[in-house]
């Protein structure tokens, strides 16, 4: 048995296209959208509604981590739109009907925190599998599935906003992560809390991880732990006990799928 695994796709449709061929099913770990392009600044959905110029702004001050500053300036951006959420939204579908059109079936996806997973069911065709908090069988093995990232201690998600992304309270994600039968493969965009396995090399900064998944993966050992999340992991792989944990790379810049085979 031959899967193909990919995370964080941030629009690359064309190698979607090819991410299954020669694999008996696709695994999907999330971040099919391309909100924001650090790369190409006319890219992706605020590219397209707001033009390179005021992205490569967006771009320099989020960097800069210059909180107060980023933050006036995000608010200014949409209030230059009449309904910001109503051209979030359009734009998000556009590109979910390529991406979900470019998964070749079967196909099982997870979101991720740059997803919006409301509307997944609307573009789920045949033979492509929206799971989060469940598990599956394929090819004699079970996967379990959690997706999303964690909501930050104290923050609150502004449901009204033009662009909500799928954080999670720590609470809630652990419940999903706890509720899973146990499982040969375990597959989250959210990285076990490992410190290398969370800290990104070229942001210079620790990402969000889950103790829970650690703590799931040392009591059960399943065969593999896949995720994504973090683009340049310090570590791609480690192992816990038995347990071979893998970041299967940023797909948006490798166009290649992380395979596993029993």
Same mark, same amino acid.
């Given at each position: ?33 391309d ?8 890219? %992706?959905?605020? %590219? ?55 998964? +070749?079936?079967?196909?099982?996806? =997870?979101?991720g +925190? ?25 090819? %004699? ?32 994600? +652990?419940? !999903? ?25 070229? !942001? ?23 995720? %994504? ?21 940023h797909?948006?810049? =490798? ?8």
């Amino acid at each position: 048995m031959r899967v193909h695994v990919v995370s964080d796709v941030h629009g690359n449709v064309e190698a979607l296209k090819r991410a299954g061929d020669g694999a008996d099913a696709l695994v999907v770990l999330g971040d099919l959208i391309d909100f924001v392009d650090y790369h190409d600044h006319g890219k %992706g959905i605020l %590219g397209r509604v707001f033009g390179p110029e005021k992205v490569a702004r967006f771009a320099e001050l989020r960097r800069s981590r210059r909180g107060p500053e980023f933050g006036a300036y995000v608010r200014s951006l949409w209030a230059g739109l009449t309904d910001p959420a109503a051209v979030v939204e359009e734009a998000v579908r556009e590109q979910y009907d390529e991406l979900f059109g470019a998964m +070749n079936a079967p196909a099982y996806a =997870t979101p991720g +925190n740059v997803d919006a997973p409301r509307l997944w069911p609307e573009f789920a065709r045949d033979g492509i599998h929206v799971l989060d908090g469940e598990s599956v069988e394929i090819g %004699g093995l079970t996967f379990g599935f959690v997706g999303g990232t964690l909501l930050p201690t104290g923050a609150t998600l502004r449901r009204h906003a033009a662009w909500v992304p799928y954080l999670r309270p720590e609470d809630e994600y +652990n419940a !999903a992560v706890a509720a899973l039968p146990e499982v040969d493969v375990l597959c989250t965009h959210l990285p076990p809390a490992l410190p290398e396995l969370v800290y990104d090399v070229v !942001a210079r900064r620790p990402e969000d991880g889950s103790t829970a998944l650690v703590e799931r993966i040392a009591a059960d050992q399943p065969r593999w732990s896949l995720f %994504g999340h973090v683009h340049q992991p310090l570590a791609q792989r480690m192992r816990i006990g038995r347990t071979e944990c893998v970041n299967v790379g940023h797909f948006k810049r =490798t166009g290649r799928p992380y395979v596993i085979q029993w």
